[in-house]
């Protein structure tokens, strides 16, 4: 098993991450944390754990340097900036291709909040390289136009009380050409903090993951 603490720079960023890839591992799933998370979002790393249960590998990766997390806590400006995080995971991607240990296997990106949308944008840039998406109580709806060049298959994972991120995430679904589904978890909101929710959130996309990551596709 691969179990590093690792940088990667994209545009001259210097991006801190977390990479365990388990041995026969089919693919590597990549996460874009929600706006104010990081690769330490305990509700995240419970989430890879069971992926690498499930033979994923998993990279955690702060899209945003020390600096502009310093800067954010005043002003929120890059958390919310699809582009900027969608170009960070593209170059995430690339990183991972030209890994000696990763890259022949598949990439899936798994997005909560704001880093669905930067998922969706990303799958769309690099749609020779990820296979799969999950989003979780993500706003797929920020990733606009781009959501119609999304080629590969698509999960979205709402709380069923998440009124309105459940709204966003129907009208987002309807300009996905790509298949997809969307699954409500009944009684969950945003964070899915009740009783099994989140446990259920883990099992359905390391069950997407497994479907979708296809090593030598």
Do not use: K, Y
């Amino acid at each position: 098993m691969v179990s590093a603490s690792v940088t990667v720079t994209a545009a001259g960023a210097a991006l801190a991450g977390d990479l365990d890839v388990p041995a026969g591992a089919r693919g590597t799933v990549l996460f874009a944390h929600g706006s104010g998370s990081s690769r330490l979002s305990p509700r995240n790393r419970a989430v890879a754990e069971v992926l690498r249960d499930a033979g994923c590998g998993t990279l955690l990766l702060d899209l945003l340097t020390g600096a502009e997390e310093r800067e954010d806590e005043a002003t929120g400006v890059h958390r919310f900036d699809i582009g900027l995080l969608a170009g960070r995971l593209a170059h995430a991607v690339d990183w991972l291709e030209q890994r000696p240990d990763t890259a022949d296997l598949p990439v899936g990106l798994f997005g909560a909040s704001t880093g669905a949308a930067a998922a969706l944008v990303a799958a769309a840039g690099r749609p020779r390289r990820v296979s799969a998406v999950v989003s979780r109580g993500g706003r797929p709806d920020l990733a606009g136009d781009a959501l119609a060049q999304v080629a590969c298959p698509v999960l979205l994972l709402v709380g069923g009380d998440d009124v309105t991120v459940l709204e966003l995430n129907r009208a987002a679904a309807d300009r996905l050409s790509a298949p997809h589904h969307l699954h409500v978890v009944p009684g969950a909101t945003h964070l899915f903090p009740e009783p099994g929710a989140l446990e259920q959130v883990a099992d359905l996309a390391a069950d997407w993951f497994r479907r979708h990551l296809v090593p030598g596709a």
